[in-house]
């Protein structure tokens, strides 16, 4: 008899006891080996705002934040007002309750996917107990809550998928908004599109207007973000670095010696590093919105201020210079792409703002990532031994996504769940690879979750029918 625990949540008290016990043991030995939270990202993290700011003046403050999606740094904020001078052990705690439920949601989406006793409990152990967890737990940055939200959004589909109640899709399309409203890379498009595919499979449905209309309520919050920001900056987005995020990319490698071209200059340097590419005072049109992050060169003392309004004139000037490069030199652009492509699937503990942490479980990270890394010396040494780190994880990826898109063919059709997954993931790789450098294998297991949700199914399905075979020798 099923118990009120495992009647809701599908997941025995066993299970949730094993996991409960593991994640304990687990982060009692980092925490004594010297991992621990980074609470000086706080300060130093470029996405967010003056800690006086998110202390005293948070609404002002995202309102006319033109660098970031608000939710995040009001999450940095609400908190820090509420916790005072305990911030950093609520941090601390908010992360670690984070991977847990990450933990419980995937292995609830795995016992509805994966047809076999032990792979779910193992699949969602192998998440719990990676390095990367661990690492992006002790990390306050936003890559565990985005998992968080996309795992909601999943189960919430899943739901939606065996009862055909569009109410459930409340539950899918709110954590989507919020991602949006998360992570600039996650563009309104993104949201769209899922909306697009689950309006198509229901359109036949007598509540077919209801998803429409729930799309569309979402849609527009999201938008409204978007909106505010070409009225005040002139940019219909939710993060004006887009310049300079994709320039990292098409420059990586190249050597620009006049001084003339903004590309000579490293992106994301300080203002005063523009002098020669901007107006006298290039953000005196903001007076009196937000002075303390729109009009000073440094934050909290000694960290560079790159919510500066005059950022918004020079990342247009590097999306030129990034378009021009393209055009003039589309080879250089295309390894480029191809390098961050390969560091997608590196392992995630290759995330340079980790590095450091990793090091304090090198041989575990070594032997559970394959991070080859920790023996590599020299710039082209850990270019090789990334190259060879990927290999695993790529390998993987193709003969789970060859099954899925096999059996699609065969059958003719695919689940809702499925089909999200692999547009997540597909879109996770296809603009990190075009935009990003070098902060691949961080996007990639936002997602990761998700994709053990694919592989378990696979390798479920066969070794479900390898018994069956042996079955039907014996008999």
């Known amino acids: ?29 980092i925490r004594i080996i010297g991992i621990e939270m980074d609470y000086q990202a706080l300060y130093r993290n470029w996405q967010y705002l003056s800690v006086d700011t998110l202390r005293h003046d948070l609404l ?11 939710l995040f740094n009001l999450l940095l904020g609400v908190i820090l007002k509420i916790s005072g001078s305990f911030a950093p052990l609520a941090f601390s705690l908010l992360f670690k309750i984070i ?50 939200l996309l795992l909601l959004s999943c189960n919430y589909l899943l739901q939606y998928q065996g009862s055909g109640k569009p109410g459930k899709l409340l539950g899918f399309f709110l954590p989507l908004a919020l991602i949006c409203l998360t992570r600039s890379m996650y563009h309104l498009a993104w949201l769209i599109l899922p909306w697009l595919f689950i309006l198509n499979r229901s359109r036949k449905k007598e509540y077919a207007r209801k998803v429409l209309l729930m799309g569309l309520v979402f849609i527009t919050i ?68 937000n002075d303390r992050d729109l009009l000073q060169e440094m934050k909290n003392d000694s960290f560079i201020n790159e919510k500066h309004a005059g950022y918004i004139a020079i990342s247009r000037q590097y999306m030129q210079a990034s378009k021009q ?40 990270d070594l032997l559970y990532s394959f991070n080859l890394s920790h023996l590599a010396e ?3 040494e850990r270019r090789i031994a990334l190259t060879l780190s990927a290999l695993p994880k790529f390998i993987i990826y193709l003969l789970v996504f060859f099954v899925i898109f096999r059996n699609w063919i065969q059958k003719k059709r695919i689940t ?49 029918k390898r018994s069956n075979k042996k079955k039907q020798a014996i008999y």
Not at 422 to 442: A, K, Q
Request: hydrophobic share 45%; with cysteine.
């Open 1 to 29: 008899m099923k118990g009120p625990f495992e009647k809701h949540t599908g997941i025995t008290g066993r299970e949730a006891g094993v996991i409960i016990l593991l994640f304990v043991i687990s982060r009692i030995i």
């Open 60 to 70: 002002k403050g995202v309102w006319y934040d033109h660098t970031q999606p608000p």
């Open 99 to 148: 991977t847990l439920l990450n933990t419980f949601l995937l292995l609830r989406l795995l016992k509805e996917n994966a047809n076999h006793r032990t792979i779910p409990l193992l699949f969602s152990l192998i998440y719990l107990l990676s390095p990367a967890t661990m690492l992006f737990e002790n990390e306050l940055f936003y890559t565990s809550l985005i998992t968080l």
């Open 222 to 289: 999201v938008s409204g973000w978007y909106i505010k920001n070409s009225v005040i900056f002139g940019s219909f987005t939710t993060s004006t670095w887009g310049g300079m995020n994709i320039a990292r990319n098409v420059f990586h490698d190249a050597v620009i010696t006049d001084s003339g071209q903004i590309a000579s200059i490293e992106p994301f340097s300080k203002i005063s590093a523009y002098t020669n590419f901007l107006p006298p005072e290039p953000a005196a049109a903001f007076k009196g919105l």
């Open 325 to 364: 490069q393209v055009r003039d030199h589309p080879g250089a652009y295309l390894k480029n792409v191809v390098q961050s492509a390969i560091i997608f699937f590196a392992p995630a503990t290759r995330y340079p703002v980790n590095e450091a942490q990793a090091r304090k479980m090198k041989y575990y």
């Open 378 to 380: 020299g710039k082209q």
């Open 416 to 464: 809702l769940l499925h089909l999200f997954i692999i547009y997540v993931i597909g879109y996770i790789f296809c603009i990190s690879s075009l935009f990003e450098h070098y902060e691949n294998m961080r996007f990639r297991y936002e997602a990761e979750p998700l994709f053990l949700i694919l592989a378990a199914g696979v390798l479920s399905e066969w070794i479900n």
